[in-house]
C-alpha cells in the first residue's frame, strides 16, 4: 500500500480526492471528458491491468464542479482470475487517498419486467451470488470492522441526492436490488428466475465486492446501473453480448454523463 500510494503522490503532486467514481462496461467516456491528468493502471504498483473490452484501464483525477474526483476508467473483475481481494484493492487506496464517497456504476441485465434497455437504476440494495467475499483474511483494523454492518450501503442521502439531480435534468430513474454472480458466462433462464424471486430488479457480475469494501472503509457510495438488455427468459430478451452491453451503453451515455456531474455538484 505504501508503493501505492507513494507513486500515486509523486505523479498528483499531492492531489486529494474526496469523491471517487468506478466506471463500467462502455461508461468511460466521462473520465476522457475530465481528465485534469490520468495514470495507466500497469504502471502503478500493486494495481491489476484491466482486460475487458470497453474498460480503458486508467486511474483519472479531475476537478468537476469545484469537487476533487479521482475515477477508475474501467474496473478489474472477479471472473478474470483475480482474487476478491485484488480487485477490490483499489477501493482502499482510494481511501488512503481521501475519497469520503464513492459512485460505482456498471452496465447490467434487466430482471424487473418494467424496466428496458438503456434505463438508469439507482442501486438500493444487493444481492451478493458471487460465492466469495473481499473482507475474508486477515482484517486491518486501520480500514475497518472486522464484522461490518450492512443494513445501509448504499446511503439513502446519496440517492435522495440523485433523485433530485434526475428530476432536474427530466431523467427517469429507476430504483432496484442489484444481484451479483461470477461470469463470465452469462446467467441462465432458471438462474434468472430464481434471482427475480429473491428479490432481484438488476444482474451483472462486479460492483458489489467494490460496495463491500468502501462500506467497510467508512466510505458512503452510491451506485448506478445502465441497464443494458433484458436478462436471459425475461419476456423480450435477446440472445446476449458484450457487443448489445456496449452498444446499449453507448445510446445511454450522454444522459448518464448529465447526470453524474450532477451529483458530483450536489453532493
Do not use: W
Not at 141 to 148: A, D, I, S
Request: proline share 4%; aromatic share 8%; net charge negative.
Amino acid at each position: 500500500m505504501e508503493d501505492t500510494l507513494n507513486f500515486i503522490n509523486q505523479k498528483t503532486n499531492g492531489f486529494v480526492p474526496e469523491i471517487g467514481i468506478i466506471l463500467g462496461s462502455g461508461l468511460g467516456e466521462f473520465a476522457d471528458e475530465h481528465c485534469d491528468f490520468a495514470i495507466n493502471y500497469s504502471e502503478i504498483p500493486n494495481f491489476l491491468k484491466s482486460t475487458v473490452q470497453g474498460h480503458k484501464g486508467r486511474l483519472v483525477f479531475a476537478e468537476i464542479s469545484g469537487r476533487k474526483v479521482v475515477m477508475m476508467q474501467g474496473r478489474n473483475h472477479f471472473y478474470e482470475g483475480h482474487s476478491m481481494q485484488e480487485i477490490t484493492y483499489p477501493v482502499k487506496v482510494m481511501k488512503k487517498l481521501g475519497v469520503k464517497t464513492l459512485i460505482l456504476t456498471n452496465a447490467a441485465g434487466g430482471v424487473n419486467k418494467n424496466f428496458k434497455p438503456s434505463d438508469l437504476m439507482i442501486i438500493t440494495d444487493h444481492i451478493n451470488y458471487m460465492g466469495a467475499n473481499p473482507l475474508i483474511g486477515p482484517n486491518d483494523l486501520e480500514l475497518g470492522e472486522r464484522f461490518p454492518d450492512m443494513s445501509e450501503i448504499y446511503k439513502k442521502e446519496l440517492i435522495a441526492v440523485a433523485d433530485r439531480c434526475a428530476e432536474n435534468l427530466g431523467i427517469k430513474l429507476q430504483h432496484g436490488v442489484y444481484f451479483a454472480s461470477s461470469g463470465p458466462s452469462y446467467e441462465t433462464p432458471a438462474e434468472i428466475k430464481m434471482a427475480g424471486i429473491i428479490g432481484a430488479d438488476a444482474v451483472g457480475m462486479s460492483t458489489v465486492p467494490e460496495a463491500i469494501v468502501a462500506n467497510y472503509c467508512g466510505i458512503k457510495v452510491l451506485g448506478i446501473s445502465c441497464i443494458s438488455n433484458l436478462a436471459a427468459g425475461v419476456e423480450g430478451a435477446q440472445k446476449l453480448s458484450h457487443a448489445e452491453v456496449i452498444e446499449t451503453t453507448n445510446a445511454v451515455k450522454s444522459r448518464f454523463k448529465s447526470l453524474l456531474q450532477e451529483i458530483i455538484k450536489n453532493i
